[in-house]
Nanobody, 123 residues
Framework: VQLQASGGGLVQAGGSLRLSCAASGRTVSNYDMGWFRQAPGKEREFVAA????????YYVDSVKGRFTISRNNARNTVYLQMNSLKPEDSAVYYCAAGSVRGSKWTKEEYSYWGQGTQVTVSS
């Protein structure tokens, strides 16, 4: 499956962005989906994940209450709605797909990755 992330950009602190991850090649309904981010000089970290059916979601503590992950399997797309953005949210955001058997927040569980989209939050 090929993943294409989009929707990043420059926004002021307190603003919002919605990231999209469009899949092609295979239907995303077959996969758990996740969003990860990587800031300069830091490791790629888990942000959010959603199960195949969308019935369960997972978030890193730092984004709980501000970010929402969702999916539209009919459109083969996963979203990350980001509200109340902070400068520390600045990073390249990656979407990922996988048949996760372990922890949804472990990047090694995901087999397919998009190219990333830059999010920059100014203070």
């Amino acid at each position: 499956v090929q993943l294409q992330a989009s929707g990043g950009g420059l926004v002021q602190a307190g603003g919002s962005l919605r990231l999209s991850c469009a899949a092609s090649g295979r239907t995303v309904s077959n996969y758990d989906m996740g969003w990860f981010r990587q800031a300069p000089g830091k490791e790629r970290e888990f942000v959010a994940a959603i199960t195949r059916s969308g019935s369960s979601t997972y978030y890193v503590d730092s984004v709980k209450g501000r970010f929402t992950i969702s999916r539209n399997n009919a459109r083969n797309t996963v979203y990350l709605q980001m509200n109340s953005l902070k400068p520390e949210d600045s990073a390249v955001y990656y979407c990922a797909a996988g048949s996760v058997r372990g922890s949804k927040w472990t990047k090694e569980e995901y087999s397919y990755w998009g190219q990333g989209t830059q999010v920059t939050v100014s203070s």
